[in-house]
């Protein structure tokens, strides 16, 4: 089953053009925002994954060490109210 991922890819200036040539060859292209334009070298994407590993793979291996995918949750106003019962 799939789950929604945040993946959040730095980079440093130099590595800025092949960081964003590297996610257009993967074909991420379009998934990702970038922060590069306002000083901040960072690429943001949510993508459908099967698991954090495997959605890191839309970064560019060169940078997957500094990556991180995050597993999103929405919850839904009832699912909120559920929780204020709770506790």
């Known amino acids: 089953t799939m789950d929604r991922y945040l ?12 960081a964003i040539e590297q996610v257009l ?3 991420h292209i379009t998934h990702f925002d970038w922060g590069c ?4 070298h960072t690429g943001w ?3 459908d994954a099967e698991s954090h590993s495997h959605a890191l793979m839309s970064v560019p291996s ?3 060490h500094k990556a991180r995918a995050v597993k ?5 106003p009832e699912e909120v109210k559920a929780m204020h019962e709770k506790a």
């Open 37 to 40: 334009m306002d000083g901040d």
């Open 62 to 64: 060169f940078l997957r």
């Open 72 to 76: 999103l949750t929405k919850f839904s």
């Open 45 to 47: 994407a949510i993508v």
């Open 25 to 27: 060859v993967l074909g």
């Open 7 to 18: 993946v959040v890819s730095p980079h440093v200036p130099e590595e800025c053009i092949k």
